[in-house]
């Protein structure tokens, strides 16, 4: 027995359980902290978190058998039944640690080259129920399982992001966002607010409220009656070399007017030189200390973005005209793109994602999973004082983090 516990113990700092002061702790414990700092005890999982940046993990020992343990393995079945504290090895080569019920492993351990889990199992010996799992390099999973799969509610962190939300056989879906009235809602409108067809409609601006978060909101999600105040609002300004918004500078004064924290923005296009682009921005688009940072709007298809010679060739173009719009504002854009740009372009432009704010666009149940300011989450929202539909965003975070967000990231 004891070769056994000699083994198990040597794996442990190959598993993760190493240095707390070493760069990969480090890295995990700022991501944990960036997820605190944006949530707070009404969000899904939110004590599930705080407990394992407060505590570590838990579940190692929670789940690890104590007192005699017997040797067996994954065979028995056909020769007696198995009862209580038990070691042994799956199919697969790993050994677990566990305790068994009328033959059926109910909790325990179980550790393979890749990394140890820790939780409960059914009776084909594969994940099931609560658990967590830590591997090598240090991410750690705990949540839901099923058939050996993240399935259900549960959280990974790693050094490079947190993830928080739903699953779905081992695939995250995204974070299930609770809306409710403490959160920080806004607007980004243009000239279609304005107009329909040859009719032309006028803002009542002291009457902006938020009355419906749009068809895809399920009512599940939402905390009591949806009659939100607009908090920001973006106003589209300009869009490649020669477009500009009639209604911007009107719509624009109208929110100084009343305090409404407004920011403007640029549609970026593909074909046109970037430089260009950003001198029309910043030529036709007014700002004042305390606005909210410029976006730049990134929207092409798979088709124009071959066109212009590839990713790589669009990235650089997005640089000029970032580099362009901080230099004369003093204030770095915010990146507005959609879910699908994330996941196929975003990875080959690390330096934005790591030295920029996003705002996605995602529109249904599940929040983006990456870092981001705001996320428009729908594009048939209904305001009170506005004609038709209007999109619709949320703020990354509470009163708290909103206020450091127009400190910190506001034109100067």
């Not at 113990?9 to 240095?19: H, I, R, T």
């Not at 059914?122 to 967590?132: D, P």
């Not at 056989?169 to 107009?195: A, N, V």
């Not at 549609?267 to 950003?278: G, I, K, L, M």
């Amino acid at each position: 027995m004891r070769y056994l516990w000699i083994l198990i113990a040597s794996m442990f700092p190959l598993l993760g359980y190493g240095d707390a002061l070493s760069q990969r702790r480090q890295l995990i414990m700022g991501e944990l902290e960036y997820y605190l700092q944006r949530h707070n005890v009404v969000d899904e999982g939110f004590d599930m978190v705080a407990r394992f940046a407060k505590e570590g993990d838990s579940t190692l020992t929670a789940y690890m058998p104590h007192g005699n343990l017997v040797l067996t393995n994954a065979f028995a079945i056909l020769k007696r039944k198995r009862e209580g504290k038990q070691v042994l090895k799956d199919h697969n080569g790993r050994i677990i640690i566990g305790t068994f019920r009328n033959d059926t492993l109910v909790s325990g351990i179980r550790i393979d080259p890749q990394g140890t889990y820790a939780g409960q199992f059914n009776r084909h010996l594969e994940a099931c129920g609560h658990g967590s799992y830590q591997k090598a390099d240090g991410t750690y999973y705990e949540g839901h399982w099923e058939e050996d799969r993240q399935h259900g509610f549960g959280f990974c962190v790693s050094t490079t992001n947190l993830r928080a939300g739903q699953w779905k056989r081992g695939r995250f879906l995204g974070e299930r966002m609770q809306y409710t009235t403490e959160r920080i809602y806004g607007i980004d409108i243009s000239r279609y607010q304005h107009e329909k067809g040859r009719k032309r409609f006028n803002i009542n601006w002291k009457q902006l409220r938020i009355t419906h978060l749009g068809r895809r909101i399920s009512e599940q999600r939402i905390n009591g009656e949806v009659d939100y105040p607009v908090s920001f609002v973006y106003i589209k300004s300009t869009e490649g070399i020669s477009i500009n918004n009639r209604y911007f500078d009107a719509d624009y004064l109208s929110c100084h007017k009343l305090g409404i924290p407004v920011g403007a923005y640029h549609f970026f296009s593909t074909r046109q030189d970037p430089s260009s682009q950003a001198s029309h921005f910043l030529k036709h688009t007014s700002f004042r200390k305390g606005d909210l940072p410029p976006m730049l709007d990134i929207e092409p298809s798979d088709a124009l973005i071959e066109q212009m010679g590839g990713a790589e060739v669009l990235f650089k173009n997005i640089r000029i005209w970032l580099k362009s719009v901080e230099r004369a504002t003093g204030a770095r854009p915010l990146l507005y793109v959609n879910q699908r740009f994330v996941n196929t372009y975003l990875d080959k432009a690390p330096d934005l994602k790591r030295d920029y704010h996003f705002w996605i666009a995602r529109y249904g149940e599940y929040k983006p999973d990456i870092h981001l300011d705001l996320w428009q989450l729908s594009s048939d929202g209904v305001v009170r004082g506005m004609q038709g539909t209007v999109d619709l965003n949320v703020f990354n975070g509470y009163q708290g983090q909103w206020e450091e967000f127009l400190r910190e990231q506001t034109i100067k």
